[in-house]
């Protein structure tokens, strides 16, 4: 069975920094586009960034641009996406999400979310 | 532009048939794919590539598209579609995704 499990969501202040993984289970990883999409509590969808199967192509939301990082470990089947500077607008839930096999946008396996709280 | 335009919320009698669209530049260039959110849950798949069906999904919800709209379409909505409905696409620089606002659908 496909399964993205993410972690490492808590409490932050503004300011500070955060990194989650997202682990993958039942594909073959290294073929596949992993993005990061965030919800903030009562919001919609926000599309934060992608990084490619062989981790050289990497994008970013403009919203997030300079202050996140992604990177993967093929060996580990994970995804991580190291956040700075973290402020108040980072609050969300932030979901791993597959690519289905047609490509990117079509994201067809999400995780349930880990959820990062930055408060002042 | 980057934006993709949803109505926010939309009500369709049980049985009924009802669409969703979403309206941006980027979608006479791209795809559209839809995705069915539950409250507490992770977005579901439902429409990739405009108008295929992802696995699992009831032959009831279509997916269309012309110009800078794309639309999904439920025939008979089940008291089980009531949900909130995003649209994602390509933005128009084509290397970042951008979702619509989303679209709560009732099933009345």
Known sequence: EVHLEESGGV?????????????????????????????????????????????????????????????????????????????????????????????????????????????? | SSELIQVPAVSVALGRSVSITCQGDSLSMYYASWYQQKPGQAPTLVIYNKYNRASGIPGRFSGSGSGNTASLTITGAQAEDEADYYCNSRDSSGSRLVFGGGTKLTVL
């Open chain 1, 11 to 120: 409490e932050v202040r503004p300011g500070g920094s955060l990194k989650l993984s997202c682990a993958a289970s039942g594909f073959t990883f290294e073929k596949f586009t992993i993005h990061w999409v965030r919800q903030a509590p009562g919001k919609g969808l926000e599309w934060v960034s992608l990084i490619g199967r062989d981790g050289s192509q990497r994008f970013y939301s403009e919203s997030v641009k300079g202050r996140f990082t992604v990177s993967r470990d093929n060996r580990k089947n994970s995804v991580y996406l190291q956040m700075n500077s973290l402020t108040t607008e980072d609050t969300a839930l932030y979901y791993c999400a597959k690519e289905h096999s047609s490509g990117w946008p079509n994201l067809d396996t999400w995780g349930r979310g880990t959820l990062v709280t930055v408060f002042s």
